[in-house]
């Protein structure tokens, strides 16, 4: 016996802003918490420095790998954008890459800014692409 599957053409479907917010404050909750964790565990040489403790590469890289890393995986999402029912693809509908997604992390500031001095000045939304998605060749979608 053979099983067929055939792929429906469903329409993609761009993800919007809200539904981004959304997934990207879970994603936030989730690294504060294990940045919480992190910062219990390990021991600072400098507890008067803030900012230059030896254990922020550590959150940094933590926050790289798990944003690159779940963007690059089999489910092609963080967790907040895997509960809210995003994906994250390339242009052609396929996986993005480990260079893609590290990209997108590094860019992903810029957007933030981007997107806020948008909302100040009243400028309309034309685009569900972000500035990290033109840079990066990727698109999220909803499914």
Known sequence: MQALY??????VELADLSKRVVAFTVDVLLLLTLVGITDYLT????DQAYFFKA???L???LGWLYFAGTETCACQATLGKYLVGLRVVN???KRISF???TIRYFAKPVS??????RFIF????TTKITFHDRLSNSQVIAY
């Open 6 to 11: 055939t792929q429906t053409d469903k329409k």
């Open 55 to 57: 254990e922020r590469f």
């Open 122 to 125: 009243g400028i309309p939304g």
């Open 43 to 46: 021991f600072s040489s400098d």
């Open 112 to 117: 933030v800014i981007l997107v806020i001095v």
């Open 59 to 61: 959150h940094f890289l």
């Open 91 to 93: 242009t052609t509908g």
């Open 99 to 101: 260079k893609s997604a």
